[in-house]
Every structure is written in structure tokens, then in C-alpha cells.
């Protein structure tokens, strides 16, 4: 059973960092592709940034030059380092994986982990 559990949220001060982690169990090999998505009440998920098999990031413009996604070397922890936090950056987030790329990047990733909350204040 595939899971995927976030850790690192918290509260922050705009201009601050936090780094989220997120630890995945369950899969039978290493061929997944994951990514992070965020979300506010009343609004639609958003993709954050993803991460190709060969350690690329592929970023939202909202985030790019701020946030950084990458992976352990044995694809078994995902993170996000989040430095210049602004308030419109508070949502929960969350971590996602799946065997293709094609719905990684369209939000519609078969593995959801269980969210952590970043609150940024101005």
C-alpha cells in the first residue's frame, strides 16, 4: 500500500524559509515521478513544482527562484525548500506520486499524501 506522508509546515514570517519533506512507502520500485501541489479554501489545486527522473524541476511561475524540489538519492523522501515565503504562499500542501509523468503534471497524480499547512504572515 503506497503512502506518502508530509512533514515541515508551520507558521512564518513573510521573507522566511521552511523546508517540507515528505516520505513514501509502498512502492514496488523507483519509477514514479512526484510533485508538489498547494491549496486554499474556496480555490482550486495548484501545482507547486515536480520533479523529473533525472532530478529536474519543473516550477510554477508564482514560485520560480524561490522554491527548490528535489529528492534523496534513493527517491524515498521528496522535499521543498521554500526561502522569500510571501503571504500568498500560505495554503496546505501537498505532496503527490505517480508512475506518469502525463498526470503528475496535470494534478491528477493516483497518490495524495495528507497535506501540511504553511501560514505565512505579512
Known amino acids: 500500500q503506497v503512502q506518502l506522508v508530509e512533514s515541515g509546515g508551520g507558521s512564518v514570517q513573510a521573507g522566511g524559509s521552511l523546508r517540507l519533506s515528505c516520505a513514501v512507502f509502498?512502492?514496488?520500485?523507483?519509477?514514479?515521478?512526484m510533485g508538489w501541489f498547494r491549496q486554499t479554501p474556496g480555490k482550486e489545486r495548484e501545482g507547486v513544482a515536480t520533479i523529473d527522473s533525472d532530478g529536474t524541476g519543473n516550477y510554477a511561475d508564482s514560485v520560480k527562484g524561490r522554491f527548490s524540489i528535489s529528492q534523496d538519492n534513493a527517491k524515498n523522501i521528496l522535499y521543498l525548500q521554500m526561502n522569500s515565503l510571501k503571504p500568498e504562499d500560505t495554503a496546505m500542501y501537498y505532496c503527490?506520486?505517480?508512475?506518469?509523468?502525463?498526470?503528475?503534471?496535470?494534478?491528477?497524480?493516483?497518490?495524495w499524501g495528507q497535506g501540511t499547512q504553511v501560514t505565512v504572515s505579512s
Open positions: 509502498g512502492f514496488s520500485d523507483s519509477s514514479y515521478y
Open positions: 503527490a506520486a505517480d508512475y506518469t509523468a502525463y498526470r503528475m503534471r496535470r494534478g491528477r497524480a493516483n497518490y
